[in-house]
């Protein structure tokens, strides 16, 4: 009777090149921002060998589908603690930029596009804030005939309280 077949969710090309980088790290030393992600990386490769290497060992339907399932966590890991470890953030920082990008594509760029046209025509000019005349800018001067402004003043009297109730209307 022939053996049951089903399909292994190895990766393997995702950890060959997890691995590849770690070396390439390990030879370019500067590269590295924080150690300890890159030893997490490192850490999370070692438990991909050895869960591949159980796989192998208990090819049973149930145990491959939970190790297939646990090698890819970890290759998530992996990956993640090697964008961090090479880029110098930490998680949070990760998440609040792909927080923005997500808003980002969700709403569009936050800055106007500037549009080029394809023929040879030239664009519209722009009117700048320095081209628009006096007429349209309201400018306020403060009269600082007081020696010492930065103290507050109470005022002499105080406010005449209104008596009754609160007017609702």
């Known amino acids: 009777m022939d053996a049951p077949k089903?399909?292994?969710p190895s990766l393997e090309g995702v950890t060959v090149?997890?691995?590849a980088f770690l070396l390439v790290c390990l030879?370019?030393?500067?590269?590295?921002?924080?150690?300890t992600h890159w030893y997490v990386a490192f850490f999370s490769v070692l438990c991909i060998i050895l869960l591949q290497t159980a796989t192998m060992m208990f090819a049973h339907t149930g145990v491959v589908v939970v190790f297939g399932a646990l090698t890819g966590f970890l290759q998530v890991i992996a990956l993640i603690m090697l964008v961090l470890a090479v880029g110098g953030?930490?998680?949070r920082e990760l998440g609040a930029d792909?927080?923005?990008?997500?808003?980002?594509?969700r709403r569009g760029e936050e800055k106007k596009q500037v549009i080029v046209p394809l023929t040879r025509e030239q664009p519209a000019?722009?009117?700048?804030?320095s081209d628009i005349g006096d007429d349209a800018r309201t400018?306020?001067?403060?009269?600082e005939s007081d020696d010492d402004v930065s103290i507050p003043r109470k005022p002499s009297t105080p406010p005449d309280e209104p008596k009754g109730p609160i007017p609702l209307g």
């Open 139 to 143: 400018v306020f001067k403060i009269d």
């Open 89 to 91: 953030l930490s998680p």
């Open 27 to 35: 030879a370019l030393p500067h590269l590295i921002k924080n150690k």
């Open 6 to 8: 089903f399909l292994i």
């Open 125 to 129: 000019e722009r009117v700048r804030t």
């Open 17 to 19: 090149a997890i691995v």
């Open 98 to 105: 792909m927080l923005k990008t997500i808003e980002v594509i």
